[in-house]
């Protein structure tokens, strides 16, 4: 197949009010760097990802190019602008910069990966994996089956059903669209924001938005437990030992 220009778009506006910290947690220090930089390094190294746009907080901007894309050489970050206050927000002026055509290069008709940038571990094997089902698919997620058996529970804080096991999947990123697909989603997303806040709608990932707005599916990509996102300090534990181990 012939391959089609390729954007990633790395999310890295977080807090670090979760982790317990003052400093954004994409800046705190995993393996001897600032998190941020696995991320990136595993999107400067692919072979399918032709450049990038990163996404961080409004006063982190200068950082940012100044201490992680210029100090490390990321030479395919593009373009680093401000989030917003929710992950769609950030997403959408992400998508935003990429129709107007800011980036030196369009992506009118090719994909986009969506990926949190507190994600250090993403492997070239799952953005080929991700290419190839969203070429066949127009749209994938990263995700891996449940380990553990999951309860949804009413509004009194009791079990009230149980899905079969062999059916819910825990979902990841990258989630990958074509360019079209996703930037469609995301405008519809935007005009129906008041609605969707009236009915007490949460957009919690990029396959909700393509779901919810163009009632299209969403094809599940296998990935791998490794690829964790770093969130509580429990998690940056883990991220150290598999660097260690990796």
């Known amino acids: 197949m012939r391959k089609k220009r390729c954007t990633a778009v790395v999310l890295a506006a977080g807090s670090g009010s979760r982790m317990g910290s003052s400093v954004p947690k994409q800046f705190l220090e995993l393996g001897g760097r600032p998190m941020i930089c696995h991320a990136l ?21 200068l950082y940012m190019r100044c201490e992680i894309v210029e100090k490390y050489g990321f030479s395919k970050v593009e373009m680093i602008i401000a989030g917003g206050g929710e ?11 990429l129709e107007n055509g800011e980036m030196r290069i369009p992506n009118r008709d090719g994909y986009v990966f969506i990926h949190d940038g507190a994600r250090p571990f993403l492997s070239e094997k799952l953005l080929e994996d991700t290419y190839a089902a969203a070429y066949a698919y127009g749209a994938c997620v990263a995700a891996v089956p449940s380990k553990d058996t999951v309860k949804l529970a009413d509004g009194e804080g009791y079990a009230a059903q149980t899905p079969n096991r062999d059916s819910v999947w825990m979902v990841q990123t990258p989630q990958v669209f074509e360019t079209p697909v996703i930037c469609e989603a995301y405008r519809r997303l935007m005009a129906q924001l008041p609605l969707l806040r009236q009915q007490d709608i949460q957009i919690t990932d990029d396959a909700m938005v393509v ?3 163009l009632r299209r599916r969403v094809k599940l990509v296998p990935s791998f437990y490794g690829n964790i996102k770093v969130t509580t300090p429990e998690d940056m534990v883990i991220a150290e030992a598999l660097l260690k181990g990796g």
């Open 87 to 97: 992950r769609y927000e950030s997403v959408a002026n992400a998508l935003d910069a």
């Open 41 to 61: 390094e595993a999107v400067q190294r692919s072979a399918i990802l032709d450049d990038c746009i990163l996404v961080t907080g409004a006063a982190d901007i």
């Open 211 to 213: 779901e919810t707005m």
